[in-house]
Each structure stands twice: as structure tokens, then as C-alpha cells.
């Protein structure tokens, strides 16, 4: 029985998301029969730790704070072991922009991009270089927060007359967004797990079939409004495509422990749209749901990715 600290909330726009992944995880850590405490992220929070003395952290935050290597960093100077990827990692996955520059000079395919600051539209006009973007991505077009999951401020712009429109709502996220091309085809979640002294293994493709739109917030964490197909129903070489390319931007991006690689399968080629360090544990969440076909508990599951974090990890 180990001493754990489960660290959930946060401040982020998935701050609900995240106390449902926590408190599912707790309560599994607690059938394992460990002394479990949660803790909503706050500025008493290294104080707590320090108090609590924590054996190890199981990180659920997600997005900013949680998983861009704030909490990371610190759980690192308290000497504390965590779950998941380190805080280099986590800079670059949360960090599409980042992320994808990685992947494209690893030559993962990824929907080419442009990046836009909000400083640079205010002090540099950058707002002139929006039409030559979306001329060069083409149209239909992603516009997207840069810094953000769950789809929060995506919008799918279908003309010019749209675009700006788009732009200042994706603004209102994050001060970093980007331009991407639209790829339309079976919308694929990758999870991995990288068990202790093993190598990373996809426990299967996860296919999202939305029953109603886009793969939205609701659509993710609204019990019925999504399908799954596990395994995916995709050809068997397409599939062997998609697992490599995942493994190899996991590795490429420095992951540990465990991720989700989320892709778009268009005809042949599996785009890679991003990674999440710290991926859902909810009801509907798809690494959960590729573990549970794949015959691991959750509790099983929880306890593959403690394990992993009391040992060693990479600078990643």
C-alpha cells in the first residue's frame, strides 16, 4: 500500500472533466487499498504536498496547468514521482503548435498549419496574413485554440466571409491559435500504454462516430452521443499504419507512461492532430474503453500507470 495523491480541477476550461477522471481514478486506487488523497489545484497546493508527503502524484489535470508541465516541474522539485510524461513532453503536446512543428520535421503526416499570436495581430498587423493563410491551407479550414482540448473554440470555416469570425473566437482561448487544413475521414483514437520495463503498445483503435455532428464536448462526455468501434473498421493495413505512426509521434515527442494519439484516417494517409499526455478517464473516455476490450481493468489499468511512475523516467 502506497501513499498517493490524485491531483484534479484545476483552473483550465476541463476543470469538470478533470474531477470526474480523478475521482474515478481515486476510487479504483482506493480498491487497490492505497491510502488515496485528492487535491484540487490551488495556491495552497505545494504547501498540501509538502504536508502530505505523498509517496507519488497520479496526475488527472487536464489542459493548461495540468498538462504543459507547470505541475510537473513542480512535483520535480519536491521530489515527488508522478504519473505520465515529464514536463518537455508535456510543453510540446499540449502545444499544437509545437507539437505539430515537431512531427513535421520527424515527417509525421500532420494537416499543414499556420500559426497566429494575438501580440503579432495587435503590434504587427498580423491580421493582414489571415487571407494568404487560408488561401494557402484552402478551404474548409480548422481554426483552433493552440493551447486547448476538448474542441473548445474549434471552428470549421467553410468560407472567407467566416474566417474572422472564427479567428476572434478562438482568440477568446488561448493568445496562440492556428490555421489547419480540414482532413475529413474515420476519426481514430490511438491509446498507448507503456508498462513498466516494456515497450509502448496501442491497446487498440478506437473508431468515433459521433451520432449527431462533430466530436464536440458534449459528443465526448455525453453518455449515448457517441459510438465506438473496437476495434476500428478499417482495413488491416490501414490499421498497421496508424499504430506505427502513433508509436513513433509518441516516441518523438518524448511521451511516457501512457497517452492518446488522435488521428484522422483520409483515404490512405493517418493525419496525426494531437497528443494528450494525460487523456480521459471517464465513462466515455476511449483510453479506458480500448482497456477494457482489450481484457485490463480499470483498476488493472490505473495500477499499470502508478507502477510506471515510480520508476525512472527521460528528461522528456
Same mark, same amino acid.
Given at each position: 500500500m502506497a501513499r498517493l495523491v490524485v491531483l484534479m480541477g484545476g483552473h483550465s476550461m476541463e476543470r469538470d472533466v478533470s474531477f470526474v477522471t480523478g475521482r474515478r481514478v481515486a476510487h479504483a486506487l482506493e480498491r487497490l487499498e492505497h491510502e488515496v488523497h485528492t487535491l484540487d489545484i490551488e495556491e495552497t497546493t505545494t504547501q498540501r504536498l509538502i504536508e502530505l508527503a505523498p509517496e507519488a502524484a497520479f496526475v488527472c489535470l487536464h489542459g493548461p496547468g495540468g498538462e504543459d508541465g507547470t505541475v510537473q516541474a513542480l512535483l520535480e522539485t519536491l521530489g515527488i514521482p508522478y504519473t505520465g510524461s515529464g514536463p518537455l513532453s508535456s510543453i510540446r503536446c499540449l =502545444?499544437?503548435?509545437?507539437?505539430?512543428r515537431a512531427m513535421q520535421a520527424a515527417g509525421i503526416p500532420t494537416p499543414p498549419m499556420r500559426t497566429f499570436l494575438r501580440r503579432a495581430m495587435n503590434e504587427m498587423g498580423a491580421a493582414a496574413a489571415l487571407e494568404p493563410a487560408a488561401e494557402y491551407l484552402g478551404y474548409p479550414l480548422a481554426v483552433k485554440p493552440a493551447r486547448e482540448g476538448s474542441s473548445f473554440g474549434l471552428s470549421r470555416v467553410e468560407e472567407p466571409e467566416a474566417l474572422i469570425e472564427a479567428v476572434y473566437e478562438a482568440f477568446g482561448y488561448d493568445a496562440k491559435i492556428l490555421l489547419e487544413r480540414w482532413v475529413t475521414g474515420a476519426e481514430i483514437s490511438v491509446p498507448i500504454l507503456e508498462p513498466v520495463g516494456e515497450e509502448p503498445e496501442v491497446l487498440g483503435l478506437v473508431?468515433?462516430?459521433?451520432?449527431?455532428?462533430?466530436?464536440?464536448?458534449?459528443?465526448?462526455? @455525453?453518455?449515448?452521443? #457517441? =459510438?465506438?468501434?473496437?476495434?476500428?473498421?478499417?482495413?488491416?493495413?490501414?490499421?498497421?499504419?496508424?499504430?506505427? !505512426?502513433?508509436?513513433? @509521434?509518441?516516441?518523438?515527442?518524448?511521451?511516457?507512461?501512457?497517452?492518446?494519439? =488522435? @488521428? !484522422?484516417?483520409?483515404?490512405? #494517409?493517418p493525419w496525426i492532430l494531437d497528443v494528450k499526455t494525460i487523456p480521459g478517464f471517464t465513462e466515455t473516455s476511449t483510453l479506458p474503453l480500448a482497456a477494457e476490450a482489450a481484457g485490463i481493468s480499470f483498476e488493472r489499468l490505473v495500477e499499470a500507470i502508478l507502477e510506471a511512475a515510480f520508476t525512472g523516467r527521460s528528461p522528456g
Open positions: =502545444d499544437k503548435d509545437y507539437a505539430k473508431e468515433i462516430r459521433p451520432r449527431e455532428g462533430a466530436y464536440n464536448f458534449e459528443a465526448k462526455y @455525453t453518455p449515448g452521443a #457517441t =459510438d465506438f468501434a473496437i476495434p476500428a473498421e478499417i482495413p488491416v493495413e490501414a490499421a498497421k499504419r496508424v499504430e506505427e !505512426i502513433a508509436l513513433n @509521434t509518441y516516441q518523438i515527442l518524448g511521451c511516457s507512461g501512457f497517452a492518446r494519439v =488522435d @488521428t !484522422i484516417l483520409e483515404s490512405e #494517409t
